[in-house]
């Protein structure tokens, strides 16, 4: 089990950035998938986009709403996740959730992933 700690969330004008991190305790963080979530009030949880583990090399898929302006990484020496979102737009605001789970590959499904962070409120003012 890992816990996941999320952080950089905030507030944003239109068309700017923003990058969320997500840190998990535990050395095997890198056996694991994770995965980005977010959910705006009255909406259900949403998948943005996802990271394969080390062992399926770090492979990435994105919802179509954000393809081209989210990007996610990891950084396994700092046990860390990034979600950098550029071009923001007012309809990306949300509280942005990442997930994670063992084994390789990845799922749009929040079910799939066994440990969540607590999220980060991420607001993109017009």
């Known amino acids: 089990q890992v816990q996941l700690v999320e952080s950089g969330g905030g507030l944003v004008q239109a068309g700017g950035s923003l990058r969320l991190s997500c840190t998990a305790s535990?050395?095997?963080?890198?056996?694991?998938?994770a995965g980005w979530f977010r959910q705006a009030p009255g909406n259900e949880r949403e998948f943005v986009g996802a990271?394969?583990?080390?062992?399926?090399?770090?492979?990435?898929v994105y919802a179509d709403s954000v393809k081209g302006r989210f990007t996610i990484s990891r950084d396994y020496s700092k046990n860390t996740v990034y979600l950098q979102m550029n071009s923001l737009k007012p309809e990306d605001t949300a509280v942005y959730y990442c997930?994670?789970?063992?084994?390789?590959?990845?799922?749009?499904?929040?079910?799939?992933?066994?440990?969540w962070g607590q999220g980060a409120q991420v607001t993109v003012s017009s």
């Open positions: 997930a994670a789970t063992p084994g390789g590959s990845t799922s749009s499904e929040p079910a799939y992933y066994r440990n």
């Open positions: 535990g050395q095997t963080f890198r056996m694991y998938s």
């Open positions: 990271i394969s583990s080390i062992s399926w090399s770090g492979g990435t």
